[in-house]
């Protein structure tokens, strides 16, 4: 799974964000997970990049059947992961140089662990910096609260959860920024 946010706006964001996508499908399927992932990706997004637009990333390949989670982070917030219904944490994750600038990077994997009843959510900053109509953020805080609001919700019940509590918080505010979620429920066959 991989979770993406890039600079800028308009077109040359949006070819960015294809060249970013497509870039990250050729080396997931060319390489080892444990051989740098990031920093190939990195490599390949600095080349010819004269306009200096640069993208943040969260990485995580599971292993369904052991359920380990090699992950990489480029500059994302890290994921929030719930052990067995407990409260929701950040991963405890390098935070990494985002993608697409420094050529030469190196973007450490992290492994965790995941457990039957495990829940993980993986977001853009575009959650945490929805704005009200009196420019106040919706903030790490309210997510975790709204997270942890939820019970045992499953994938599909945390996002729409989320979702919900962004658009109440915010009414008739316009955002400026992409909001993207995802979520991950953890169990065995």
């Known amino acids: 799974m991989a979770v993406g946010d890039v600079s800028g706006k308009g077109m040359p964001a949006a070819l960015f964000m294809v060249r970013s996508i497509t870039v990250m499908r050729m080396a997931a399927m060319r390489g080892d997970p444990d051989d740098d992932l990031l920093g190939r990706v990195n490599a390949l997004l600095c080349e010819n990049n004269p306009s200096e637009l640069f993208t943040t990333a969260f990485v995580g390949i599971v292993d369904t059947a052991a359920g380990a989670m090699t992950c990489y982070n480029g500059g994302h917030p890290a994921p929030l992961l719930s052990r067995a219904g407990g409260p929701f944490e950040p991963v405890p994750l390098p935070r ?77 505010a316009s955002q400026s920024d992409d909001i993207t979620l995802l979520a991950l429920a953890y169990r065995t066959a």
């Open 96 to 172: 990494g140089l985002v993608l697409g600038i420094v050529d030469g990077m190196p973007y450490q994997p992290v492994t965790v662990q995941l457990e039957p009843g495990d829940r993980l959510v993986v977001f853009s900053d575009g959650v945490t910096e929805a704005e009200d109509a009196e420019d106040r953020m919706f903030g790490d805080d309210r997510l975790r609260e709204c997270l942890d609001a939820c019970g045992r919700r499953d994938a599909q019940g945390l996002v729409e959860a989320v979702r919900d509590a962004v658009r109440d918080f915010v009414g008739d």
